[in-house]
């Protein structure tokens, strides 16, 4: 099976409760140890990896990004998701062409630009064009950004999540939405819902996302920002 088939065979028929878990590698080096840790895929996180190269989180010139991908899929044999953020605004085209050069086999997209959203009409359009580009090469997940842009209307994701799935979208990812929706959502959502979970056990444990509606939980860049106090404690403690 190809890896983009054990993407998606990965995300189909989830017990409830059982969401795929998928970390976030930085660099080849944390990806590795995800590999080493049994985890079955692996999802980059554009604010860890702009953190690995020294910039901020929706700063990274594209190509550094890509090569960044790049090294983290030769690292590891586990299919490998870009967040590739909007696309940098690359036509269809060539953004699936340097996504399957990097090693990726799925990308997040997401529907805001510069904290404003797109329009969802002609963002689906361009998921299309996307999905169209990829064929059956590259797993589409559909970031909405609603919630994170203030607009708590839940409809409002709903709409764009049907739009994005028409397009082509084979997961949608309503980032930061409050769990208490996650029901509603769920309901109304055809099709994988990812959810980020966080590291710090002050929020819903994977499998509770799970219960409430999660098809596949991340951490966006949670392990790359938990790994830093570590670290900082062993460079302490060495000098």
């Not at 998928?22 to 079955?40: C, I, Y």
């Not at 409430?212 to 000098?239: C, H, N």
Request: glycine share 10%.
């Amino acid at each position: 099976m190809s890896k983009v088939n054990v993407v998606r065979s990965l995300h189909r028929r989830r017990a409830h409760g059982d969401p795929l878990v998928l970390p976030g590698p930085w660099d080849a080096a944390s990806a590795r140890v995800f590999a080493e840790a049994g985890f079955p895929a692996l999802a980059t996180p554009s604010a860890g990896v702009a953190a690995s190269l020294g910039y901020a989180d929706g700063s990274v010139p594209a190509d550094e990004m890509f090569a960044a991908v790049a090294r983290i899929a030769r690292a590891v044999d586990v299919p490998v998701s870009a967040d590739v953020e909007g696309g940098y605004g690359l036509p269809p085209k060539e953004l699936v062409e340097r996504l399957l050069e990097a090693g990726a086999v799925g990308c997040n997209l997401e529907d805001s630009h510069g904290g404003v959203l797109k329009d969802p009409h002609e963002h689906a359009d361009w998921l299309a064009e996307v999905r169209s580009a990829a064929a059956d090469l590259l797993f589409v997940n559909a970031r909405i950004d609603t919630f994170a842009r203030g607009v708590t209307d839940p409809s409002q994701a709903l709409q764009r999540a049907a739009l994005y799935v028409a397009a082509g979208a084979e997961c949608v990812y309503p980032i930061h939405a409050p769990v208490a929706v996650l029901p509603l959502l769920r309901s109304g959502i055809q099709g994988p819902i990812k959810v980020r979970g966080r590291l710090d056990g002050e929020g819903p444990s994977p499998a509770e996302l799970g219960g409430l509606g999660a098809t596949r939980v991340t951490f966006g860049p949670g392990f790359q920002r938990r790994s830093m106090p570590a670290l900082r404690e062993i460079a302490d403690g060495s000098r």
